[in-house]
């Protein structure tokens, strides 16, 4: 009998079976998480030379915006909800930080003090991205123009709501998705069932 099989009749799956939900759960995350970084040094970010960086980088939130709906409803729907989360989050942080990483590829493009580095690589860039992320502040890549530095503190905001929204965000949809996959009792509604863990049982004998 499958997991999925075992769920349907309200079985929980075995040590082993979660332990392969979990490993597979983890390798899907690695993968997504490998091919964002593999666009990101194969996409021609060079042909974005010229153009406004604040266009390109509101339109990459946009879909950042549409890919956590997108997660938070599969999130409800999963039979699986919080190893579901663990792949959106594996999803949408880096996706957020590559896209910073591109911004600030694009930016140090368009002119050579914008970095005190003035030759800003895409892994100079996105080590600079991590660093801002993770608050730890090396100080041998910095932003020295005014735009590089509004940009930077555009992360800095972004951060603290990817970090402390976003995470609440899908940790309420797990809590929706575990409801919701909630095995029911053969022949018996599920709204029947809420209604009686509610109502306390009435002692034989007692008058009602």
């Known amino acids: 009998m499958t997991t999925g099989q075992m769920l349907d009749v309200g079985q929980s799956p075995s040590r082993a079976q979660r332990r392969r939900l979990l490993l597979r759960t983890l390798f899907r995350a690695l993968v997504s998480a490998a091919v964002l970084v593999a666009l990101y040094y194969v996409l021609p970010l060079q042909d974005l030379r010229g153009h406004p960086v604040w266009v390109s980088l509101s339109a990459g939130l946009v879909v ?78 910095t932003a020295t123009s005014q735009s590089a530095r509004v940009l930077v503190m555009v992360q800095m905001v972004l951060d603290l709501v990817i970090l402390g929204l976003g995470v609440q965000v899908f940790r309420g949809a797990v809590q929706v998705g575990r409801q919701h996959s909630r095995p029911v009792a053969p022949g018996k509604p599920e709204d029947e069932q809420s209604d009686d863990k509610g109502m306390p049982e009435q002692v034989e004998g007692s008058q009602p």
Not at 129 to 139: M, P, R, W
């Open 64 to 141: 950042l915006v549409v890919v956590i709906l997108l997660q938070v409803r599969w999130i409800t729907t999963s039979r699986y909800p919080a190893l579901r989360a663990v792949e959106a989050l594996a999803l949408t942080v880096p996706l957020f930080l590559l896209m910073f990483a591109a911004a600030y590829v694009v930016l140090a493009q368009d002119g050579a003090a914008n970095f005190s580095t003035h030759e800003l690589t895409r892994t100079d860039s996105l080590y600079f991205v991590l660093t801002v992320f993770a608050t730890v502040g090396f100080g041998d890549i």
